[in-house]
Nanobody, 127 residues
């Protein structure tokens, strides 16, 4: 069982920056695939970024490439999402997700792949 707690959201002007954090419980954090998703009002949950098992490759959705950076600190059991050059269309509730090691294809961009979710943190970007 993994408990995830996000923080760092807020209101920022377009062009500004925020850093989201997701603190995880559990002693085997390094073995978890982690991801960030977001959900805007009236829209489906959308993949943002993912970090593979044991800190393997990092993946991003095209709309955030070059602006967002996902990182993880296994010693602190925490993942981060650094968001620069924010746009109004980045406004959403941002969720952290985790999945322990399992067999099969690593569907890093599918919400259904992840077993554990945080409560979300609101990011609002004003124009």
């Amino acid at each position: 069982q993994v408990h995830l707690v996000e923080s760092g959201g807020g209101l920022v002007q377009a062009g500004g920056s925020l850093r989201l954090s997701c603190a995880a419980s559990g002693r085997t954090f390094s073995r978890y695939a982690m991801a960030w998703f977001r959900q805007a009002p009236g829209k489906e949950r959308e993949f943002v970024a993912a970090s593979g098992f044991s800190g393997g490759s990092t993946y991003y959705t095209d709309s955030v490439k070059g602006r967002f950076t996902m990182s993880r600190d296994n010693g602190k059991s925490t993942v981060y999402l650094r968001m620069n050059s924010l746009k109004p269309e980045d406004t959403a509730v941002y969720y952290c997700a985790a999945q322990g090691l399992k067999s099969g294809t690593y569907y890093y961009d599918r919400p259904s792949y992840y077993a554990y979710w945080g409560q979300g943190t609101q990011v609002t970007v004003s124009s």
